[in-house]
């Protein structure tokens, strides 16, 4: 059996309240004959608290089982706030990683590092060598370009890690990326196109089914408001700002509600804006896990796709929540352009605003609030046939068993 170990600091269960790519793809992956392994940290990245231990003094690894995949849970210092000690506990995720390897009784066939932060994908490479095997760089988050998309500047940080990307594009056999765009940009930075491979990210349909029956029609009768939801990261490139202005521009005579679903690093600040604004058309949330995400998208009428304004979300990014809200069957209103308003275009399934100003997403949604029951329940079905065609996990994880195996001989 070829054996795969996967390193992702933030990879999560579906228990867990997160992406679940990872584990998802893994769990295909031992359907067709792998032994997965994969190498994630207990301190949630949004929760900022252990899941798998009970203090940060606890440094031992915590292995678990489920549905074939084997992952090994590791210690990383604790955090609570964006400062210095957010790259501590990326560097002690590294440590941790390296450490781990003495405990695996045999090499693996491939091994995967993962870049929502640089330091994991380089903890990757660090066990490829080790085990001497061939080492797949999967981009997640393009580094340094992330740090200036969510408002950062260029500094030392940025050039240490921009240092440390392109030694990992350099050093990596083959780099999987999850958007096109990202190919397209790498392969202007100097990088072999056939050194890329596109796996972009998708969902569990099975996890995630749409509501049963129509629109309900009598409830906009009884003048109900329209629900919009959100189910994401509330961090600085997510543009939840914009999304505050949108309900604003909308207020009360709109009679529409915006549900905004997770955690992160900006939603006290959004819900003391939002507070001091008076929108009592905006409710947060707490993040749920995948199990309770698909009740929570049955009871909206749409979803909410929007980012910061900035280049790289033309072209470089592939967003999980998208996915979500079609497998839901949810009509969606979406900011970003480029790949991902290609996207819901191709899936017929949404509204495109006509620029990531909040003006231009406000209108999106009046027109989205125009549409009839029936043409909303059109959009809600041609974006679940789109999903399950184009970005199922078994559909992905098909693909990325054919990559690896390749990859192997």
């Not at 695996?104 to 066990?127: E, K, T």
């Amino acid at each position: 059996m070829p054996s795969l170990i996967w390193v992702n600091q933030f990879a999560l269960l579906p228990r867990d309240g997160g992406g679940t790519r990872h584990f998802e793809l893994g769990r295909e992956l031992v359907r067709r004959g792998w032994n997965v392994s994969i190498l994630a940290a207990d301190f949630h990245l949004h929760a900022r608290k252990y899941t798998r231990r009970s203090s940060a003094g606890d440094r031992e690894s915590k292995c678990e089982v489920q549905d074939g995949v084997e992952l090994r849970w590791l210690w990383a210092a604790p955090y609570s706030r964006n400062d210095w000690r957010r790259a501590r506990n990326w560097m002690t995720f590294y440590r941790s990683v390296v450490r781990e390897a003495r405990r695996f009784p045999h090499a693996p066939d491939v091994v995967i590092g993962s870049s929502p932060q640089i330091f994991a994908a380089s903890a990757g490479r660090a066990l490829a060598r080790k085990f001497d095997v061939p080492f797949v760089f999967e981009v997640r988050d393009l580094w340094p370009e992330s740090l200036i998309a969510a408002g950062g500047r260029k500094g030392i940080a940025h050039h240490l890690i921009e240092r440390a990307a392109t030694g990992l594009y350099r050093d990596a056999h083959r780099i999987l990326v999850l958007a096109r765009g990202t190919a397209d940009y790498l392969v202007g930075r100097g990088i072999p196109r056939e050194k890329l491979a596109h796996v972009p990210n998708g969902v569990d349909v099975s996890a995630i089914k749409p509501a049963a029956g129509e629109v309900d029609a009598a409830a906009r009768r009884d003048n109900a408001p329209v629900k919009l939801i959100y189910a994401g990261a509330h961090g600085p490139a997510n543009g939840l700002d914009r999304v505050l202005d949108a309900a604003e521009i909308l207020g009360p005579a709109a009679n529409v509600r915006f549900i905004l679903v997770g955690d992160g690093p900006s939603k006290g600040e959004l819900r003391e804006h939002a507070a001091r604004r008076g929108l009592s058309n905006v409710e947060f949330r707490d993040p749920v896990s995948k199990f309770a995400l698909s009740s929570m998208l049955n009871s909206a009428d749409a979803g909410l796709m929007v980012l910061r304004e900035s280049p790289l979300f033309a072209f470089g990014v592939s967003p999980n929540k998208l996915f979500d809200y079609l497998a839901a069957g949810l009509p969606v209103v979406c900011n970003v352009p480029g790949e991902v308003a290609e996207m819901l275009a191709s899936a017929q399934a949404g509204v495109q605003a006509a620029d990531g100003s909040a003006a231009a997403l406000a209108e999106g949604i009046r027109a989205l609030v125009r549409l009839t029951p029936e043409q909303r329940r059109m959009k809600a079905e041609a974006g679940r046939r789109w999903v399950e065609r184009e970005h199922s996990r078994e559909a992905l994880g098909e693909r990325l068993d054919a990559f690896l195996r390749q990859l192997m001989t």
